[in-house]
């Protein structure tokens, strides 16, 4: 398997737990309706863990374009990777958006908020507010991959590694989202966010509205900036 194909493989893992697991608390008539904040966040923890021990031997399962510009600024990943990384990783977060989307296929007409339908593709700020939502992804995506680097997990030991190197990264993702997710529902990742949005934009989703386009820039423009401040504050201090 190559590294693109597993990077798609991974992100697609990522976005089809994870956006499930937004469908199932939010969407009308499913079982785990109005579970509750803390089952998304933790099922996103877990759907993290469950991607990247899927493809880290192949890839080193990134499966975000924070942590591969991140891991390039920190000089451990190849630039000229990136690209190829960074495009399997929106094609994979698309393509388990359309899981999500089929497998909770007659929720979407029983469900009257478009605004639920879009929160289980994409993210959304609690209070809009275009500069504070942007310090908050900054921020939730800084502590992301600084917490990935002086973990030194997953991503950067070329795969000889087993389970317990992956689940620090997922508790540092599920505390994330405890800590700091309710402002802007932590995208945190801009292929988690951009390729679902997209699925979104063109899937025939009874009563979904529309994409909330003017908001999509920020779950992506803030991710980058912290993952490289992230990057660049742990090369500053020694990578210690």
């Known amino acids: ?16 737990l994870g956006d499930g697991v937004v469908a199932n608390v939010v969407l009308s008539k499913t079982k785990g309706n109005n579970s509750g904040w803390i089952v998304i966040a933790t099922a996103w923890a877990l759907a993290v863990f469950v991607g990247a021990y899927a493809v880290a031997a192949v890839s080193g399962a990134h499966l975000n374009p924070a942590v591969t510009i991140g891991l390039v600024v920190a000089g451990k990943f190849d630039a000229a990777s990136a690209p190829i990384y960074i495009a399997g990783q929106f094609l994979g977060a698309f393509i388990g958006a359309v899981l999500v989307f089929l497998h909770y296929y007659p929720h979407w007409s029983a469900t009257q908020d478009p605004g639920l339908k879009l929160a289980v593709f994409s993210t959304g700020p609690a ?10 992804e900054i921020i939730g995506t800084f502590v992301l991959v600084f917490g990935i680097l002086a973990i030194d997990g997953p991503v950067m030991d070329g795969g000889s590694f087993g389970a317990l190197g992956i689940i620090p990264v997922a508790f540092l993702v599920w505390v994330i989202g405890l800590s700091l997710g309710g402002t ?29 386009w003017g908001y999509s820039w920020i779950p992506v423009v803030g991710p ?9 504050l742990y090369v500053a201090l020694g990578s210690f």
Do not use: C, Q
Not at 184 to 212: C, E, F, Q, V, W
């Open 1 to 16: 398997m190559s590294p693109f194909l597993g990077e798609v493989i991974g992100t697609m893992l990522l976005v089809l």
């Open 127 to 136: 209070i809009r507010s275009t500069a504070w939502n942007l310090v908050s």
């Open 184 to 212: 802007t529902g932590y995208a945190i990742n801009p292929a988690r966010d951009l390729g679902p949005r997209i699925a979104h934009a063109i899937l025939p989703i009874p009563g979904k509205g529309d994409s909330d």
């Open 224 to 232: 980058i900036i912290g993952g490289a401040v992230a990057a660049g």
